[in-house]
């Protein structure tokens, strides 16, 4: 039994798997959308929204929080800067999840995960 056991393996062992959810959530973060296979993206859309909900919080211990998660103050500055602002209203649902099609090679369904 599976019992608390959340979340994808992703078919990777777990340093793989942190390390590609962090440089998913990087680039979801520099690009503001990102596409990725529906998996991935459902498994990265709980780390950005607890990096939004960290910058709503606008404190000295979440900016650190953000920074474990994300590796760039400059990154960390400019979510802190733009997120609040875009979000002062809203506590949770921040990210869409838009089905694009399969993708040719293996037939994998594509996603883009985007900001609301």
């Known amino acids: 039994m599976r019992h608390q056991k959340k979340g994808r393996k ?3 062992d777990s340093s793989h798997r942190k390390a590609l959810l962090k440089n998913l959530t990087r680039q979801f973060f520099e690009h503001q959308r990102i596409m ?3 998996a991935k993206a459902k498994e990265v859309r709980s780390l950005i929204e607890k990096v939004i909900s960290l910058s709503l919080k606008k404190d000295l211990a979440s900016r650190r929080q ?19 602002v875009r979000y002062e209203n809203k506590e949770s ?5 838009v089905k694009v099609g399969n993708r040719q090679g293996d037939n994998a369904s594509l996603v883009y995960i985007e900001l609301t």
């Open 66 to 84: 953000a920074l474990a998660i994300l590796g760039s103050r400059d990154l960390v500055h400019r979510v802190f800067e733009e997120m609040p």
């Open 10 to 12: 992703l078919k990777r």
């Open 36 to 38: 990725t296979t529906e």
């Open 93 to 97: 649902g921040f990210t869409r999840i």
